[in-house]
């Protein structure tokens, strides 16, 4: 009973400190709990929706003349297999929608009662999907945003042959295998009539290195097998060769690693901020209850005068903090819910999956366990001191000196008088704001870190040194039309060329295992290379450490690389990053390519030119020399839907992070300030009676919460520079960046130390309003 | 005829208590002179330290006037009387309250820097120069933890004096010190009063009020008595004392 009535008077005395608290314990959970949720919820959607389209643990595309009799006898009498389904499939070169221009793999094929249709708000099914007409396309989810395209929209798809196919969009659907918005290859339906006429349009124009005419095989796992998806691929590979004969094979591990994996890259991102804002919640935790005891030393002295142990005292703080923090976790879990449906909203176009609904409740269950086992051994070692009271001395008034000699004292000066005093109350009571300056670095870190992730995406340079190939002007010439030399002629006129290169991509395969290699024309521009050099034999390649890892193979050791049955052996040599298959992939030179007997003539080259304006010019030049012939695609930063995309998530992420920053830092300053407050009750008093203002003293208060901003910040940055490369490189490993390359911008770093430092600044004058009250009368003793 | 520097008109001060009102000051009227050592004196609770404050501006009367320079304290804003605290008036109290992270030295000179009027060195010069009339110039850079109650009592007097105030006001100055620091502080405010610093000091210590030119007398919120003396003399202390005793007792003190 006692302790009740304790608690009670102690809530009742301290509710700022309970409802900060409080506080920010509902942010930390709301952020994690809708972290958890909106990836629980993608994970559950995405296996539902693969059980919904039921396409089997293994997708392989193979050119249907390759699926031989043998082939599918060997797959089917495999004891790893209970089913095999055959999809026909016109493969194609990619597909234009307006001005935008997808140069990624589409494969045609006859629309299934396997799909879900979208409604119009893409937030919910519709009840049936009408049968497609002549001339009506139904596309998957993730080319909606990409694309930027809409219901009724056109949409040209390039055959074979520079023949090409059009379309209007019917709808967009739930297609779970490959629609995700990150996925190079989509599937696209189109109805059983025009199945059949561009069939037999394409058919007849295949040749050795053009092919139409393809087949998805769905495999079944056998309910006997327990192997994962991956080692389901690999095993099956060695019994049937069926992975080195496919085109390419997605088994369902991938697609749920690529479907997610711009998500759960950026919600790490966010992860990793709640859980530095949890760090700050224990600093705040901890330095509130060590002034508490400070504060109320004679009243503890009181309490332990009366009976009152030590344990008791320590229960009663402690169900107090704990009290506020269960409070918290309730009222986060509930606007988690708001916030996982926002979260969830801004993927759904990346993943091109409609995502369950509700909160994850065993991990934010176990999380919150984990806060509370967390805080209460916090609570208890800070509450040591509690013993060391003495009930004589505390009331005797013996507690110890609140401020302390400081070498770093500068002299009070006239002309600098609130600062130099607000200064030297920082030096003296150090011990005070050393909380206050952790708090700072972190949340300047969490945004100096995250404008660092979006001056990434938004800087070519910067994506080019990790390896993505950002080109001016990308070239498809057919080859009858002439030679890619005289495209190289006609931007040569207009501006210089940096650089220019030729790449094929195809999946083989690397020491037994399906990756998917990228063939250049000139190696020696191969770009974020970590380690060694480029790929410039014939007998070398580059691979990724990502496949480093996975293969357990390093820069230097002899590996053997199959293609079409052709087995070749190579050394790496060296390491680089490429964001093609998220990372699962390695390059080599064309000589390199040719050794395993791949055609390496190419109708594409893209160029990085030294005049970006000229682009259009060179553009509309080349197109009226070589008519169709010719397809030309000039990179438009404003128009790249995708990267357009990347930042308007990041963007969002962004305004998250800054949001929950400056609240943070309100609540922390109101804590910090409120009982700085009562400490220094009495100077303030003496201030006033020596002539201050409560207006220059409240300045005083808030320049010295900007020392401590400016101060936490410089070290929040100093942080930044040391770790949220390292950090972001974790982080974007999923994506295949392992190397993340930073732009330290003066912007990135000071609007971050700009919004702290001014919050803070604004909100110490803001809390500190309460300096009017204290009236020198307070200074009589009667 | 002396010059009134301060006056007070009507002064009513009053406190919620138990639901009513408790009246601590009750229509005082008083005037203070240029030049005195006045002295409030009155039993515990009788509301001399109320009225300092009232008379001083640190708190503001409930009801009535006082006149300051032509100007009336109670009704006068923050800004006002803040400039008044660094201009024209000085206070020392009983529990010193200096700032305890700031040395003597600086504890004297901030509120000096406070004066427009007065430059930095200006202002350095003075505080050098009080902290040898007080004899604490030695712990100049010592923390007000690092010295006695005494050294402490005279760096809130040298604070009190440093813009050259019009008007001191001490709340029982020697209540927290020993009897050694007891007379040195009253030396001082002796010293001062006689070099024509006029000053208003409430005590309840008899020693303390034979420094005084006039003592006034206390009782339930209203001054019941008023005794004007002579500009103190050390060798007639003695007669003073019984002179000033006698006149204490028929107040009923």
Known sequence: MEILTLLKANIRRKKGTFISIMLLTTIIVTIITAVFSVRDNYDNALDNALEYVDSGEINAYIKTDTLTDELRQSVENSSLVEKVEYIDTIATNGATFGENTDGNSYFMMEMTDRIKLFNSSADGFEESVPELKSGEIYLPLGLKSKMECNVGDSVEIALIGYKNAYFKIKGFVQEPACGAMLMGIKYVFISHEDFQKYYDLCKPLETEDMHCDCTVMHIHQSADSDLSPAKLQRQLNVETKLVDYSTFTLNTAQTLNYTTLLPDMLLDVVLVFAILLFVTVLIVMSHSIGTEIEIDYTTLGVLKSQGFTKGKIRMVIMLQYLIAEVIGIIFGCFAAIPLERLISGIFRFVTAILPDTGISVFKTLLFTIVILIVSVILIFIKTGKIAKISPVRAISGGREEIYFSSRLNVPISKKLLSASLSLRQFTSAKKRYIGAVFITAILTFCMITINLVGNMFSSRNALRLMGLTIADIHVYLDESAGSLDEVDKIIKSYTEIEQENSTIGMYISLNGEQLFCIMYENPENINGILKGREPVYDNEILITEMVADSLDIKMGDEVTVTSSEKDESYVISGIYQSSNDAGMAFAMGFAAAERLGIDTNTSYRYYIIEDKSRANAIADEITAKYGDDAMVDVYDEDADSEMQMYNMIISVLKIVIYVFSIIFAFVVVRMVCSKTFIQERTDIGIYKAMGFTSNKLRLGFAIRFLIIAVIGSVFGTILSVLLSEKILSQLFRLMGMSKVILEFTAASMLVPIGAISLSFFVFAYLVSRRVKKVAVRELVVE | ?253
């Open chain 2, 1 to 253: 005829m002396k010059n009134t520097i301060l006056s007070a008109k009507g002064l009513c001060k009053s406190f919620a208590h138990n639901g009513g009102q408790m009246h601590i000051l009750s229509h005082v009227d008083f005037e203070l002179y240029e030049g005195d050592f006045t002295v409030i004196m009155g039993a515990s609770g009788s509301g001399k330290s109320t009225l300092l404050y009232a008379l001083s501006g640190m708190d503001r009367a409930t009801a009535g006037q006082v006149m300051y320079g032509g100007a009336d304290l109670v009704t006068m804003n923050e800004k006002g009387l803040a400039k008044l605290r660094h201009t024209d008036f000085g206070f020392i109290f009983q529990q010193m309250h200096l700032v305890s992270n700031l040395t003597l030295f600086e504890n004297i000179a901030v509120p000096g820097y406070l004066n427009k009027e007065k430059s930095s060195s200006e202002v350095k010069t003075r505080s050098e120069k009080l902290m040898e009339q007080m004899s604490i110039s030695h712990i100049k850079t010592h923390l007000p933890s690092q010295v006695s109650g005494g050294e402490q009592q005279r760096c809130a007097i040298a604070r009190a004096v440093i813009n050259s105030p019009k008007l001191l006001f001490a709340d029982e100055p020697t209540g927290a010190l020993n009897r050694k620091n007891t007379t040195e502080v009253l030396n001082l405010l002796t010293e001062l009063n006689q070099s024509g610093q006029s000053i208003l000091m409430v005590t309840h210590d008899m020693k303390a009020a034979l420094r005084a030119t006039r003592i006034l007398y206390l009782e339930d919120g209203k001054i019941i008595g008023e005794l004007p003396l002579p500009p103190y003399n050390p060798d007639e202390e003695k007669s003073r004392e019984t002179q000033v005793n006698a006149w204490l007792t028929s107040m009923e003190w």
